[in-house]
Structures are given as structure tokens and as C-alpha cells.
């Protein structure tokens, strides 16, 4: 008997952290015997681990912008018809070929409104199809908050006429979906509470001394932290740990230009360099660890138990890193400087306070949410 079959729609727009935890949620669904396929119709990912899964990538698309108003083809041009067609088109034809039992949509209809034009027709597909696969939508903890009555209304909407299940990436006991989805209650039915996702395995068997006794500056893979990397040299020769070894990994879709005035930047014992996929290693082995707010970033470090400053993205309507930053330092599970509120004094300040505190300890947050992603669906699949 072949193994049940999953497609995992995935579209990043800016960062990578969206195709990065599908990525993970699909290694622990191939851990339960699931068979998965997950489709990106981002960018390439230099540093994306895509091991244990079928990974098929559609003519990549991004944001225009750090508002997210608009559609980019890969050469920067704004996206035409006869691209939202052929991505369209192959996406169906993916479908009809694999034929899932379960079919994930990540984000969706929570966000990426603008892939419409292909979503609802893989959707209609599905609800077609015979046998009807399981259709799934795969949340993080926090959505960006528009305060659109009428949009949240739709969301709800798409979510009955489509999804059976909405599996939420976090803890309610740190952050419930209904402090950042008011509609909430009218699919409390159909929600799930995983916890937040992490590959223990791959912090398990992280070993080697890289970034031993470092600082760790991190923007991510996307294109954005250009401040935080610039901000971190500045920092640099007036905190407390001047002396020891200083490493900045900049994302891959940082602008050349800037990358390179970074590097030109770097004094001596300053390392600048692209994000690398042996991350887990270097946060595993630092002093300390600065970082953007990112889900997976933030997720990783306390998995890890590092001590971290964060910085959260805020630039165009991005609420989400902010509010989950607050919440964290609240616990005083980490430490948190607003963007808004970034100078070298003040990340100098923070780097003392972030060594005088306690060595982290238990996050007391739920964060086995690969594992049960991956049984629940092999659950419902069995049953």
C-alpha cells in the first residue's frame, strides 16, 4: 500500500520563514509515513533544507514592496496575466497528477489574498475531486493585524466553504488566534492548537563549534535587516563584548550593493556573510544571539536556549514580530528593542543587560508543533 499523499501549497513573499517551517512540517509529516509534495512559489532559497519531501517550485513570484500592495515576476517586473496563468495551470496540473488525500494551503485564507488567482482554483479542484482530499490550512501564531471588518468576514467565509481543519502554529497559553483574528469564535470549531514549530531533531544533533563564543547577528534569508546589520557595527566596539568574535549573516536577498558596503564595513574580528543552513550550530554555540523577530529565528532561539535580543521587523504593515517580541520579554524569556527605537546605544545597552540576566531557562511554551502537525494529519488520515 503507497504512502498517503500530501501537497503543501507555500508562497513567500519577503522572507523565508513560511517556506522554512513548511519545509520542517514536512519532514515530520514524512516522519509519520505521509508522502509529501510541498509547492513554493517564491524565490530560491539558497539555505532551504528540502530534504525528505517531493519539492516542486512554481515560476517564482514576491512582493513588490515591504507593503505587500503588489506582485513582482522574478526579474522585478509587475506579475501579468500570462504569468498568473502559467503558474495557475501548473499548479492544477500538480494536483491532478498526485491526486492527494490532503491538500495544505499555508497562510491561506488568513493571508496572501493576492495568490486568489490561483488558490481558488486549486481549492475548487480539491472540493471536485473524487475521492475529496482533506483540505487544511496551516496558520503561525499571529496574523498581521488590518483592522478590515469586512476582510476578516471573508476569511471566515473561504474558511467554512473550503477547509475542514485550521492548524494554528503556536500556544494559546502565550498568544490565542483571536488576539489577532477577532473572527475567531464564528471557526473555533475548527481549529487546532499544535504549538510552535521546530526541528528538535536537527538542534539535537547539531554538533561542531561553529559560532563558538560569537555574537550572532541574523536578519534572516529575506530581504530585509539592512538596519539591524548596520546598527550591530556600530554597537560593536563600545559593548561589553568588543573583544570576542562578531558574526553577521545577512539575508540572501539582501541587495548586493548593501551586502557589500557591510563587508567593507567589518573590522577586524568581524565576520559578514550570506545566511547560512547551519544556523542551528551557531545559535547552539554563541555568547549571544541578535535578531530580527521572525517566528522561526525567535522559535530557534529559545529552543536552543541562547540568549537573545530581538529586534522585530516593523516596516509596512508587519505587526506580527512586534507583538510576539513583547509577549516574549514580558515572560522575560528574551530581550526586546522596538525598530522604531534601534541606535547603537541602545543595542550597547541591551547587550549588558541580556548578559547580567539569568541563563534562560525553560521556555514553558508549547513547542512540539511539528510532531503534532505531522500525527494529527496521520491521524485524521487512518481514521
Known amino acids: 500500500m503507497s504512502a498517503p499523499r500530501v501537497l503543501f501549497y507555500v508562497q513567500h513573499l519577503l522572507g523565508i520563514g513560511h517556506v522554512k517551517r513548511a519545509a520542517t512540517l514536512a519532514r515530520a509529516m514524512a516522519g509519520e509515513g505521509l508522502q509529501v509534495t510541498v509547492v513554493s512559489g517564491g524565490e530560491d532559497v539558497p539555505v532551504l533544507d528540502a530534504s525528505g519531501m517531493t519539492f516542486q517550485q512554481l515560476p517564482p513570484l514576491r512582493a513588490s514592496d515591504r507593503t505587500f500592495q503588489g506582485l513582482v515576476d522574478?526579474?522585478?517586473?509587475?506579475?501579468?496575466?500570462?504569468?498568473?496563468?502559467?503558474?495557475?495551470?501548473?499548479?492544477?496540473?500538480?494536483?491532478?497528477?498526485?491526486?492527494?488525500?490532503?491538500?495544505?494551503?499555508?497562510?491561506f485564507p488568513f493571508g496572501r489574498r493576492q495568490l486568489r488567482f490561483e488558490l481558488i482554483p486549486l481549492l475548487e479542484a480539491a472540493r471536485a475531486a473524487t475521492p475529496r482530499p482533506r483540505i487544511i490550512s496551516s496558520v503561525r501564531d499571529i496574523l498581521v493585524e488590518k483592522n478590515r471588518p469586512k476582510r476578516d468576514a471573508e476569511m471566515v467565509e473561504t474558511a467554512r466553504r473550503y477547509f475542514g481543519e485550521i492548524l494554528i502554529h503556536g500556544d494559546p497559553g502565550l498568544i490565542p488566534f483571536d488576539s489577532t483574528f477577532p473572527r475567531a469564535g464564528d471557526i473555533a470549531d475548527m481549529l487546532h492548537y499544535t504549538g510552535y514549530v521546530v526541528e528538535h531533531e536537527k538542534i539535537a544533533e547539531a554538533t561542531g563549534d561553529q559560532g563558538m563564543g560569537e555574537v550572532v547577528v541574523s536578519s534572516g534569508s529575506g530581504a530585509v535587516g539592512e538596519l539591524l546589520l548596520n546598527t550591530a557595527l556600530e554597537a560593536r566596539p563600545g559593548s561589553v563584548l568588543a573583544d570576542i568574535p562578531?558574526?553577521?549573516?545577512?539575508?540572501?536577498?539582501?541587495?548586493?550593493?548593501?551586502?557589500?558596503?557591510?563587508?567593507?564595513?567589518?573590522?577586524?574580528?568581524?565576520?559578514?556573510?550570506?545566511?547560512?543552513?547551519?544556523?542551528?550550530?551557531?545559535?547552539?554555540?554563541?555568547?549571544?544571539?541578535?535578531?530580527?523577530?521572525?517566528?522561526?529565528?525567535?522559535?530557534?532561539?529559545?529552543?536552543?536556549?541562547?540568549?537573545?535580543?530581538?529586534?522585530?521587523?516593523?516596516?509596512?504593515?508587519?505587526?506580527?514580530?512586534?507583538?510576539?517580541?513583547r509577549l516574549l520579554a514580558e515572560k522575560g524569556l528574551?530581550?526586546?528593542?522596538?525598530?522604531?527605537?534601534?541606535?547603537?546605544?541602545?543595542?550597547?545597552?541591551?547587550?549588558?543587560?541580556?548578559?547580567?540576566?539569568?541563563?534562560?531557562g525553560e521556555a514553558g511554551i508549547d513547542m512540539d508543533g511539528a510532531k503534532k502537525s505531522a500525527r494529527l494529519i496521520a491521524a485524521e488520515l487512518t481514521a
Not at 526579474?75 to 500538480?94: F, S, W
Not at 528574551?334 to 534601534?342: A, M
Not at 541602545?346 to 540576566?357: H, M, N, P
Open 74 to 107: 522574478g526579474a522585478g517586473n509587475p506579475v501579468a496575466e500570462a504569468q498568473m496563468k502559467e503558474r495557475r495551470d501548473r499548479l492544477l496540473q500538480i494536483f491532478e497528477e498526485l491526486r492527494p488525500q490532503v491538500l495544505l494551503t499555508e497562510l
Open 246 to 325: 562578531w558574526r553577521l549573516l545577512a539575508g540572501h536577498s539582501l541587495d548586493g550593493e548593501a551586502f557589500d558596503k557591510l563587508k567593507s564595513r567589518a573590522a577586524d574580528g568581524v565576520v559578514v556573510e550570506r545566511a547560512r543552513p547551519d544556523f542551528i550550530n551557531l545559535l547552539k554555540n554563541c555568547t549571544l544571539s541578535i535578531s530580527q523577530g521572525g517566528y522561526n529565528t525567535v522559535i530557534e532561539v529559545l529552543a536552543t536556549g541562547a540568549r537573545g535580543i530581538v529586534v522585530p521587523y516593523a516596516g509596512g504593515q508587519e505587526t506580527e514580530q512586534t507583538l510576539r517580541a
Open 334 to 360: 528574551i530581550h526586546q528593542i522596538p525598530e522604531g527605537e534601534l541606535t547603537a546605544a541602545r543595542l550597547t545597552e541591551y547587550i549588558s543587560l541580556a548578559l547580567q540576566a539569568p541563563a534562560p
